[in-house]
Each structure stands twice: as structure tokens, then as C-alpha cells.
């Protein structure tokens, strides 16, 4: 079944130059694995098209339970060039929890819905 | 470096004689401000509403240095935060009184000039002669970099690789961004404030436990958790329920958001809390969510003090409005300096018309033709146009996709940036006619046309540590 991000996990985006970053935190330790193997920087790419024009890197922090993304290109020049709202893309991180991924019914158990 | 490492007596200040040089168990270090423009209460409250040591205040972000530099030049005696000024003038007082240290990279680009009025402020409290004010310099390198390029620094930004050549005419600031030692220095001469010009923001919760508990210069993992704890502070009330995700609906009393503090101990464990009676709220939660705020590569985390390993840190519930990090692992130091130049980067303007129900997004969207066509017709070139429709695709662009309802009301927001300052200006001055010759139900303009800005752009730079000298200075109230 398909679950939407929001109910996995939660997120805050920052800016370095014209790159985003968004980190993505896990609501337990065992939603962790489940996001490690669906939101891999190939789908948040995808996920950002028309957005992020660069490469997404993607690391993991395990201790965190949260993985950290990389948005390269993504904020129309960055800082002062930027004429966009968002120059510093702090909505990148409720952007990001749109995304849907696929899980099975068992998985699906350990939803922990916005509390 | 090396002489910082043997332990210094502690000069006994008039204003702190009950404070011997025995170590703290806990050094408690509270973040009074985010930004320069933060909640002016906030660092007022984290000195009275509860025990701490040290407070320290984030004044300048990326571009701040330029609009410094350029109030100096106009002003001799401008260059600095001046909200720090009046700010002193209510606390300096408790701090004395309390030996409350402060340390503030409030100096910008005229780092005396903003002692001198902390002086002048002490005296008027009738705090001279119990005040000791120390001042960091050595950061501004503005003056040196023909000396830099000619020795063969080429100062290449470090997202494009281009050599600082190409904007060499048009910089407006050039600042290097010195760590928490300089500080340290000062502390240990007894300063009760100390101030400083671009230095890192972790430096300013460092330099503090470095001093207290005699933390040395190659104790990387040391280093690397007091740096940790300067991160989760350094954005004030963002770790402590401001901007907070995780349940944010249910955090109390935002609008007496308590700012957070750090209590450190020697080892390098500190817990994050807030002071009892405010509001917001201190969880496991709140603090990742700051820890991944600007993370790049987590590995490597860059200070000019130590390289800090947030794979290694580990948080844990400690109680309510308590969270414990422990297990910070760090890596000595870069041979690099991070420098900070702004340069003159062209102009841009921004401006914004609302259009109501009914149709309210295709009147914008057809005002945007319109702009754009004239725009066009008039031969104006620009960079970038970039439209966008707030209530539709402002922040989430794409990914909002088509609106499934009629909005009631939608604002048109276009901006232009160019080297061509009459052509910025000429499209301030086509948005407004639209009311009468564009499309119905339009409003929004009363604030008249927008203003045309100079865009000073940032270049991120390294430079050989041994090539900068950080002076340390302090001066008696």
C-alpha cells in the first residue's frame, strides 16, 4: 500500500548556497529501514524534478533514525540571487513529505500518524 | 596554539571575586539571539528568568558583513549590530551582578567601534572599572586580498571553482570566519563581554567550555561536542519549538517560547533544555530536527576549531523540556580557513498584485502574459524572470500541482534580476498599470512600486590557516 511520508516521519530544510539540504527524521527507530530503502536519492530526484535541477545526494545518520538529502541547483542561484520565495528553502522539507512510498500491509502497522 | 594549552590561573575580575579558579561541574550557556533581527526579549529573559553562565548572541549571517561594510563607509563609527548596544544597556547590569559572561559576534565590521559603546554604556550604568570588555580581531581581510592574489591565494568559490578574479572589481567585504580559540584567549584575560567580527557561530558556545573546563587543542572529540551543543543553540527557539514539525499544533505557550540553554559538562555530554515557566517545548524531536537544519555531508561537519561526526551523536530523553546528547566523536582540524567575500552582483526588484474570485488564478496568470509581452515589447533584458502564484505554487511549486478547488483569491508575485539597473527599474514601473489595463478584481498595491536592490552575492572561499592572525584585545570600562 501506498503511504505518504507525512505519516513516517518529519523534516526541516536549510540552504547552503544554492544547494538544499533536507533532513528527514524517522518517528521510531523502526520506520528507519523502511525510509533507508524507499526514499533513495534516485526517487527524491525524481520526486523534485522541475525543482532540483542538480544532483540529490543522499546520507544516512542511523543514530538519528533520519537520512539528510542534498539538493543541488535548487534554489534559483541561492541566497541574495535568488528572486523566489523560498531562496532559502525551508518549505523544501514539507515538500519532501509529500512523496509516497510503498510498504506492506505488516510494514504499514508501524505508522505512527502525526501525533 | 600550544600555549593555550597550559592551564592559566584565571584573573580574579573586580566584578567576580567569589568566582575561584575551581572547575565547574556544569557550565549552563543560553542562546539570547538567532539572527540579527530575532526576538528582542529573548536573550532579557534568558538572563533573569533562571541560572546561567554564559550567553551568547548570533548576530550576522551570510550577507550581513556587506551591509556593515557599507554602513562604515558612510559612518566611521557604524559597522556593527547596534541592537547589541541598548540590549547591554538592560543586562549588563544582572550580568555583572550575576557574573554573567557574554559572548556576541555582534562587532561586524567595526569590532572597536562596538566595544567602545559597550564601554561607553558600562560607564553610564556606573560599571566602570567592573566590566572588562574583550575584542577579537584579525578576521577582516578586505584590505589584504591584492597581498593574498599576488602570492598565489586564488580564493576560488567553493561551489563553482571560478577564481576571485573575475569579481575582483566589484567586492564589497571579505571576512575570514576565525573559531573559538581567540575567544578563549580573552576569557582567560578576564573579559566579562566579548565581541567579535565573523566568527563561527559554534565558536561563540565553544570558546566557553574550552575555557571552563580546560578542554585543549587537539581533544577533537571534545571540541567536536561543544561545537554540537553551539549548533543545536545557535538558531535560538529552533530547537526548542519555534519551526518545529513534529506535533506542532500541541506546543504550549509559543508566544513566551523559552530560547534554549546547553549544560555541559567536562566530558562532553550536555543536555538542552529551556528555563522552567516558558514556553515551547525541549524534545528528542525538536533537537534532531535542529541538528539536520544546514547539515551537508554529516561526516564531516567543518569548524576551524575541529571536523565534528554527526553520525556519532546520540540523544535520549532526559525528562520534560530535557534531552541528553552524549557520544560526539570529532577530527582534528582542516589546514583551511573558511573565508566569507560579498561582492556587487547586479540589481533585482520584486513585486506583487492579488486577484480575487472568480477565475482568480487564470486573471493571474493572464496579468503574468501580459507583464511579460510589454516587458519584451520595451526591449528590456534581464538574467531571470520568475513568476510565481502565492496560494498556488509559491513553496511547493510543481509538486502542489493544479489547484482541485476555485481558490478564492490568488497573489501574482514577479521578480527580475539583471546587470542592467534601468531595466530592474523600468519594470518596477509596468506592475501598477496593470490594475487599469490588465485583468478585473485585481488589488494589492498600496504600497507603491517596488524598490530595485543592489544584490550582493556571496563567495564561499578557503584560505591557508597560517596566512590569518586573530588579535585579541581587552579593554577595562
Known sequence: MKVQLRNLAHARSGDKGDTANVGLIAYSDEIYPLLVREVTA?????????????????????????????????????????????????????????????LSEDEARLIKRQP | MQELL?????????AARSRLNIMKELVRIAAGQGFWGDLLEAPVRQVEAGPVDYLMLDYLAEVTMSIMQKQKARDPNAGYARDFIPLMRRILPICVERDIRVTANAGGVNVKGCANAVRDVARD??????????????????????????????????DTGAPLTTVIDRIQSANVYLGAWPMVEALKRGAQVVITGRATDTGLTLAPLIHEFGWGATDWDLLAAGTIAGHIIECGAQCSGGNCQYDWQSIPELE????????????????????????????????????????????????????????????????PNRVR????????????????????????????LVYAWPDAYAKAQAADKILRLRLAGLGLKFDQILTEFVGINATHGPLAGEPQNEVPEVQLRVGVRGPDKNAVERFTKELAPLILTGPPAVTGFAGGRPKVEEIVAYWPALIPKENIEPAVEVIDA
Open chain 2, 325 to 352: 546528547v552524549f557520544g560526539i566523536k570529532g577530527k582534528p582540524a582542516t589546514e583551511f580557513l573558511k573565508v566569507s567575500i560579498s561582492y556587487s552582483a547586479g540589481f533585482k526588484a520584486v513585486g506583487t
Open chain 2, 125 to 158: 550604568l556606573g560599571l566602570g572599572g567592573k566590566v572588562r570588555i574583550g575584542i577579537v580581531t584579525g578576521d577582516d581581510i578586505l584590505p589584504r586580498l591584492d597581498e593574498f592574489l599576488s602570492r598565489g591565494i586564488e580564493l576560488r568559490n567553493m
Open chain 2, 6 to 14: 597550559r592551564p592559566t590561573p584565571r584573573t580574579v575580575r573586580p
Open chain 1, 42 to 102: 534516485d526517487r527524491v530526484k525524481e520526486h523534485f524534478k522541475g525543482i532540483a535541477k542538480g544532483n540529490v545526494e543522499r546520507f544516512e545518520l542511523p543514530n538519528l533514525s533520519a537520512l539528510n538529502f542534498l539538493l543541488h541547483e535548487s534554489l534559483g542561484g541561492g541566497g541574495t540571487l535568488s528572486l523566489m520565495t523560498d531562496a532559502q528553502g525551508k518549505t523544501f522539507s514539507s515538500a519532501l513529505l509529500r512523496m509516497e512510498i510503498e
Open chain 2, 256 to 319: 513566551n517560547v523559552g530560547f534554549p540553554i546547553a549544560e555541559a559538562k567536562a566530558d562532553g555530554t550536555f543536555v538542552i533544555t529551556k528555563h522552567d515557566g516558558t514556553g515551547g517545548r525541549v524534545n528528542v524531536q525538536s533537537v534532531k530536527e535542529q541538528l539536520v537544519y544546514e547539515m551537508g555531508d554529516p561526516h564531516e561537519y567543518i569548524t576551524p576549531d575541529c571536523v565534528a561526526d554527526f553520525t556519532t551523536i546520540h540523544v535520549a530523553d532526559a525528562g
